[in-house]
Nanobody, 126 residues
């Protein structure tokens, strides 16, 4: 079955950086869109970033544009989220996700993704 495992979360001071990784198994990774979402306590899960199956197209939420970078290494079956200039509003559990179908473009709605990782906590202190 398809499995997604995130890593790289932790505690960081405001202005700092973290890089999240998501390793995927159980399917041909390079065929599928990958996305990152986050969920803060008491809030709905929200889109952060997504990347096309080739890696040629990337998409970002306005709140992270210019600070976060999504990338993928199809040889390693891994997608990354480089997060710079972190602020306390970025504190959340971060999830990677992928759709069941092969899509030409990445979506920004959680309902468009079928497989999810368990999440990794990112905490940014002020």
């Amino acid at each position: 079955q398809v499995q997604l495992v995130e890593s790289g979360g932790g505690l960081v001071q405001a202005g700092g950086s973290l890089r999240l990784s998501c390793a995927v198994s159980g399917r041909t990774f390079s065929y599928y869109v990958m996305g990152w979402f986050r969920q803060a306590p008491g809030k709905e899960r929200e889109f952060v970033a997504a990347i096309s199956w080739t890696g040629g197209s990337t998409y970002y939420a306005d709140s992270v544009k210019g600070r976060f970078t999504i990338s993928r290494d199809n040889a390693k079956n891994t997608v990354y989220l480089q997060m710079n200039s972190l602020n306390p509003e970025d504190t959340a559990v971060y999830y990677c996700a992928t759709p069941r179908a092969r899509l030409r473009a990445a979506g920004s709605l959680p309902s468009q993704y079928d497989y999810w990782g368990q999440g990794t906590q990112v905490t940014v202190s002020s």
